[in-house]
């Protein structure tokens, strides 16, 4: 993986800031690794429908099922590859478990990826 310097643009291409002195080319693998593993569990349209759903209001399970029209036993599957992943977390009220996204990171993450492909269409 190439080093961004500063310097002269390519045409077409946005210049990239500087690389400060003293920083890797790039984070250690394990990073890498817990990066794309974070980047699966946002993989699946459900799973981003979720955090969408998530980032407007902390919701419980047939909240999600209503709002998304997916079977309760799917929306649970994919709030726990969520949790394992630690997108979201959930806090028991009472019968139920509300779930909220663990930091807005994440909903920036999915945002972003939901904007970029619709400027594209």
Do not use: F
């Not at 209001?57 to 209503?66: S, T």
């Amino acid at each position: 993986m190439a080093t961004v310097t500063g310097g002269g643009a390519q045409p077409g291409l946005a210049e990239c800031a500087p690389v400060p002195a003293g920083t890797p080319a790039h984070p250690p693998a394990s990073v890498l690794n817990d990066a794309g593993d974070l980047l699966r569990a946002l993989a699946a349209p459900v799973r981003i429908a979720i955090v969408l759903q998530l980032r407007a209001a902390d919701r419980c399970v047939h909240e999600l099922v209503d709002a998304l029209d997916v079977a309760q036993p799917l929306i649970s599957q994919h709030l726990r590859v969520l949790k394992t992943a630690g997108v979201v977390q959930g806090e028991r009220r009472g019968r139920e478990v509300v779930y909220r996204l663990a930091d807005d990171h994440l909903a920036h993450i999915v945002v972003d990826a939901v904007a970029h492909v619709q400027e594209g269409k």
